[in-house]
């Protein structure tokens, strides 16, 4: 069964920073697209941030500039890089990943629970 477990998120204050994880466990031949999207109350989700297994991102208009995401594929795991936090991202941020559990399967599309990050003074 596949998991995605992720951290970090928390209060912050405008201007501050934080850096969310999102590790991948269970049954895994491989992992495309990895990102996070969010949602803030009474909003629809939203993309932040994508990261192909090569390496290539793409962002939100919200965030670029700001937010950096990575991944580590050694570690099947994503990361966000949240910088010059507002108080507008304040969401739940959820972690995305298409993953292959075998060899000939086709990929299925997995979420996280959810980490809520909240930017105020």
């Known amino acids: 069964q596949v998991q995605l477990v992720e951290s970090g998120g928390g209060l912050v204050q405008p201007g501050g920073a934080l850096r969310l994880s999102c590790v991948v466990t269970g049954s895994i031949y491989n992992i495309n697209n990895m990102g996070w999207y969010r949602q803030a109350p009474g909003k629809e989700r939203e993309l932040v941030a994508t990261?192909?297994?090569?390496?290539?991102?793409n962002y939100g208009d919200s965030v670029k500039g700001r937010f950096t995401a990575s991944r580590d594929n050694a570690k099947s795991t994503v990361y966000l890089q949240m910088n010059s936090l507002k108080p507008e991202d304040t969401a739940v941020y959820y972690c995305?990943?298409?993953?292959?559990?075998?060899?000939?399967?086709?990929?299925?599309?997995?979420w996280g629970q959810g980490t809520q990050v909240t930017v105020s003074s």
């Open positions: 990261v192909t297994q090569g390496g290539s991102t």
């Open positions: 995305n990943a298409e993953v292959r559990e075998r060899l000939w399967a086709s990929a299925n599309n997995y």
